[in-house]
């Protein structure tokens, strides 16, 4: 029993679906995500609960019900509420500018790292070592502020980096001289 699977979605106030041959359609206050699913799996709307169910109970259909169900889900969160990733900058000199919806890094490189902002993606700075990266869609929000982090991954030995809020970045000894 894939127990995400079986779980209901019950849909907020100002949330619509709309599924047009396993091409689900979810419309919000904070915008509009389209996806397709597996043509397996059967996805009901009655009223505002959705649920999803599949065929047989095979390992492959097991995993695809609860993955699709948790993005459908995700989806319903996302043009509801939004989702938003913090990360903050440590070291000397670190920190992040915005040139329109363009994010411009210093890192202590040679250079700065310009990211653009993908579709639907916002960059807040409520200062100028910390950066919130918002938007409807989750796959979206965590894959643009995983690459921010890569740009400069924070080190053992310092801890200098880019990192999310409340990340713990396990430290370690340096060199002792004899």
Request: no cysteine.
């Amino acid at each position: 029993m894939s127990r995400i699977g079986n779980k209901v979605i019950t849909l907020p106030a100002g949330v619509e679906i709309t599924n047009n041959n396993n091409v689900v359609t979810v419309k919000g206050p904070k915008g509009e995500l389209t996806r397709e699913f597996n043509k397996n799996i059967e996805i009901k709307v009655e009223g505002t609960e959705v649920s999803l169910h599949r065929p047989n109970d095979s390992k492959e259909m097991k995993t695809i019900h609860g993955t699709s169900r948790a993005n459908l889900n995700n989806m319903v969160i996302g043009v509801s509420e939004g989702f938003k990733k913090a990360l903050e900058m440590k070291g000397v000199g670190y920190r992040a500018q915005l040139q329109g919806t363009k994010l411009v890094l210093s890192v202590g490189k040679s250079h700065q790292d310009e990211v653009e902002a993908p579709e639907g993606i916002t960059f807040v700075l409520a200062n100028p070592t910390s950066i919130v990266v918002e938007g409807i869609n989750k796959e979206v929000v965590g894959q643009t502020a995983a690459y921010i982090r890569s740009l400069r991954a924070p080190e053992p030995y310092k801890g200098k980096g880019i990192r999310y809020v409340g990340e713990y970045v396990r430290r370690k000894e340096g060199k002792t001289g004899k």
